[in-house]
Nanobody, 125 residues
């Protein structure tokens, strides 16, 4: 059974940092692109960052560019999201996702086949 499990969320103050982790099990994702999405109540699930299979190419939403960094450790089957200079508008549930077979990332959530259950990030002002 394939599972993606996020961890590292929490309540922090504006300006603080958090590091999210997404551990995959049930299969290896070393040949698959992965991404982080976030969602607030009543809103769509939007992409935050994505990374291709070997980690050589990344994508960031404009709202997080320069503050967030996505990385992966294929030996550990894990992807990370380092979030610095957090703002209240970063408050959301953050989801990890993986493509079913594509090595290059996509920006649309419809292209991702595997999803974690999410981890809450709350940034107070």
């Amino acid at each position: 059974q394939v599972q993606l499990v996020e961890s590292g969320g929490g309540l922090v103050q504006a300006g603080d940092s958090l590091r999210l982790s997404c551990a995959a099990s049930g299969r290896t994702f070393s040949n698959n692109a992965m991404g982080w999405f976030r969602q607030t109540p009543g809103k769509d699930r939007d992409i935050v960052a994505a990374i291709n299979a070997d980690g050589s190419s990344t994508y960031y939403a404009d709202s997080v560019k320069g503050r967030f960094t996505i990385s992966r450790d294929n030996a550990k089957n894990t992807v990370y999201l380092q979030m610095n200079s957090l703002k209240p508008e970063d408050t959301a549930v953050y989801f990890c996702a993986a493509t079913g077979g594509a090595s290059y990332y996509y920006r649309r959530r419809q292209n991702y086949d595997y999803w974690g259950r999410g981890t809450q990030v709350t940034v107070s002002s």
